[in-house]
């Protein structure tokens, strides 16, 4: 098998997995629900920048993170809310653990 074969079964099999549908089923969830899905588009947009500033100064925002902690406690009140950051988080993990392993089998190489 080549790697673009095995490539091709790994999106599916991720595709296939339970992180990847509860986070689709989640998501969806949420994209019913406009007041929802533009408070965590809120929050997400607030995190995000907050990682930027925390990245370019090298210490965080102590308003900008309140901010969003704010936002998060209020938003996994929300039972779809909070299903949905579990769900997102799971498949995150899943990722990144691939995307670990593939990074282990290559790390002789990029050293």
Known sequence: MNVYDT??????EIK???????YQMA????????ELKSKIEEFEKARYEAQIIAI???KDDENKMRHVQELYGELIQNQEASKY???EMKFNIMIADVNKIIGNAI?????
Do not use: R, V, Y
């Open 107 to 111: 790390q002789s190489l990029i050293k």
């Open 27 to 34: 998501k969806q969830a949420i994209n019913l629900n406009f």
């Open 85 to 87: 950051f579990d769900a």
């Open 16 to 22: 296939q997995s339970e992180e990847f549908i509860t």
């Open 7 to 12: 490539a091709n079964k790994l999106a599916e």
């Open 56 to 58: 370019q100064t090298g």
